[in-house]
């Protein structure tokens, strides 16, 4: 090659190095920042939510064939069943996804139904529920309900309710929703959205050695004034909270929440002079919804007086036998199918605890320690809401002469341990007279004196019909009152006076 054929190839050999360095420095500037980012995307990416439909394995049949045997009646209170956080944390309230998956499965092949706050709300107001039915619900907001729970909501065609604490919304991520996620839920048609407070969700001063209550129904100790609120600023701090929450679900588009769910089912004050948190929630929506942990608890007709609404908590201990023995225990029990004198666990005391009671060839036996009385309910879980029934029983055992020991039966008798319900009528048999006492009171009424009686107890909606043995009846009526709340089933009870006679009996014990 001459010299002026090397000089012509000088420029482009420059330019083509030139080239080629600026592409060696745009790589090394370029490539590690598209690694950076590129890193950065996938940190983000891990940290994003995703929604997670989790598949149980197979459902044993027998579990299921269970669920589906459970007791149904027309006379019926809702079972109502809450969980807290669907997710894996280390924690009592916290059950995983692949228990409830199991537990959802469980009740979808059991055909039974999932109820919606319509119709809880038709229920208060005297509409029957569907056989086999379930509300399923949700308190707080956690953000498992939307990334585990719905998922199996949708594939099973389920229906469920969320109690959202509307002030801790998007708060404490990624533990609670977003109001987006919240939002999908309302819209996907499986879900219904209502009220848990706004910011009430807490815990306030008690008193001034450090102590704390619930928000709701604690009023607050003012340490920088040295005092406790007034009654009047106490009642206006709970209505403001009630009423933001309310506010809350307008400003996002949400329809007006009906129910709402008390925080640590707190819903009665103690203090004197205060009022009671249930009177604002009352007067701001349907009903307030409790929750227990360790109780077979179904609404009665009083605390449907009361505006209260029971449910059962699902907690991480519950086995799938735990859980499905929890729904049966709470399953209404139909009158006529009511097996009193064979069904021996059924009976409880009045703090719903599993009793002992002698049954022993149709006969039931209370035994009593010399002045205690001792009260056995049946089936009170099962027969919250009866108002259709008639109950017919022989009460013997008295000694003779009468010494004033005595036995008894109970009427629309509410579950759990307050004895004196308005509303029940309680019947007292002695050798020689009757009594009734509850929604009228009767004093003594003579009786032939014997041994043994005969009573028929009638219960209607409008009225108690009492026989004891050819007496002419005693017709009680039961005034006009709202839906729901008259209702109960029935309980035993015996007093023994003396030594003389030791037990007290119940025989041809029947409910039809």
Known sequence: MGRHSKKRWRPIVSAI?????AMVVAAYLVVPGMWQWNRAEAKVEAKRIHQVDTVPGEVDGALVQRLRDTSASA?????????????????????????????MQLIHDAGWTTLTTDQLDGWLGGAPLPPHSVMITFDDGATGVWQYADPVLKRLDMHATAFIITGFVGTHAPYYMTWDQVTELANNGHWDIEAHTHLGHVQVPSDNEGNEGPFLNTVAWLPDQHRFETHEEY???????????????????????????????????????????????????RAGLLDDAEFIAVTAANDVARGLIQRMDITADLSLDKFIRKIDLASPLDPPAAQPLSDVGGWSDEKQNEAAIDIAN????????????????????????????TVSVDVGGFSLPADGSQAGISVLKPPGSAYEQEGRVDLTVYAHAYSIQGLVNIDRQPLVEADRHHVVIDVTDTQVVVTVDDAPPTVIDIPPHAARTVGGGMALYAFRRTDVNPSLTFTNLTIS
């Open 75 to 103: 006379q019926s209170a809702p079972i109502i069943i809450t969980y807290h956080d669907i997710s894996y944390n280390p924690s009592r309230y916290t059950v995983t996804p692949e228990n409830f998956a199991a537990q």
């Open 17 to 21: 190095l030139t080239l080629l360095s």
């Open 362 to 389: 149709g006969i039931v036996t209370i035994g009593t320690d010399t002045g205690e009385k001792v009260i056995r309910n049946y089936a009170p879980a099962r027969s919250a809401m009866w108002n259709d029934y």
């Open 235 to 285: 009642r206006l701090r709970v209505n403001r909270d009630l009423t933001e929450c309310k506010h809350q679900f307008a400003l996002h588009g949400l329809p007006e929440p009906k129910f709402f769910a008390y925080p640590f089912s707190a819903y009665r004050n103690d203090r004197e002079g205060s009022g009671q948190p249930q009177a604002s929630v009352v007067s701001l929506y």
